[in-house]
């Protein structure tokens, strides 16, 4: 399956553009990523990674770098997400991963914002890694989490994090939540794992 989406990946594609084409959305929240943008105030989006599907096309074309895993999947998913208009960091805690934050902080350095998907690549579903803390005490950039509520969703039941499709024509909320600050420089084990528990209970809130 994965081989044949990789070699008609420009059908693959126009077919996903055509599905986001259907979808009705209502976003909340979307003021404060922007008023934050006016403030020239670096923004690390932090999404899980079941919902990611629904919040691309809503950033289609703004430079946002994600962090993207080196897996067959993330192969995948960094393709839609480059022919969207995103810059890639590559990388994962598996594979890459301090040369993602590398790559990741490079794009911060050049004005670009930094999405990622707390709980990829592979778990525990809900569950935030430490990768959107670390960038963001290294960068003195705030986390903004995301959450997604979908009205007909098709559920991949298999699948490490029950990734979600919205069927065609169907209703998406898109919420932004507050911005989270974390302590800036290097951060101890207890702080770390403070700011993660702030994280996953700030993503909860927007359920």
């Known amino acids: 399956m994965k081989k044949t989406v ?13 599905w986001w ?22 923004i690390i989006f932090v999404l899980w990674h079941d919902e990611i599907f629904s919040v691309i096309p809503l950033h289609v074309g703004e430079g946002i770098a994600a962090v993207v895993s080196q897996s067959e999947d993330g192969e995948i998913l960094s393709r839609v997400l ?22 990741a902080m490079r794009h911060m350095k050049k004005g670009s914002d ?14 935030s890694k430490m990768g959107p803390v670390y ?6 950039a705030v986390l903004l989490p995301i959450r997604v509520r979908l009205g007909r969703a098709l559920k991949i039941q298999k699948a490490w994090d029950k990734f979600q499709v919205p069927l065609p024509f169907s209703h998406c909320e898109i919420r ?10 290097r951060l101890t084990e207890e702080e770390l794992g403070r700011e993660i528990v702030r994280l ?5 809130a927007l359920e």
């Open 82 to 103: 480059a022919k969207s208009g995103f810059l890639l960091a590559r990388g994962s805690n598996y594979r890459g991963g301090l040369e993602a934050m590398r790559q």
């Open 176 to 185: 932004y939540g507050l911005p989270l600050r974390v302590p800036q420089g």
């Open 21 to 42: 084409w259907t979808l009705r959305y209502r976003i909340v929240g979307e003021w404060r990523y922007k008023y934050l943008r006016t403030k020239k105030q670096p």
């Open 114 to 127: 930094v999405v990622f998907t707390a709980d990829g690549p592979r778990g525990p579903r809900h569950h």
């Open 6 to 18: 990789f070699l008609f990946f420009p059908f693959f594609f126009f077919i996903i553009r055509l």
């Open 135 to 140: 960038l963001a005490a290294k960068s003195g």
């Open 200 to 204: 996953e209970n700030a993503m909860r």
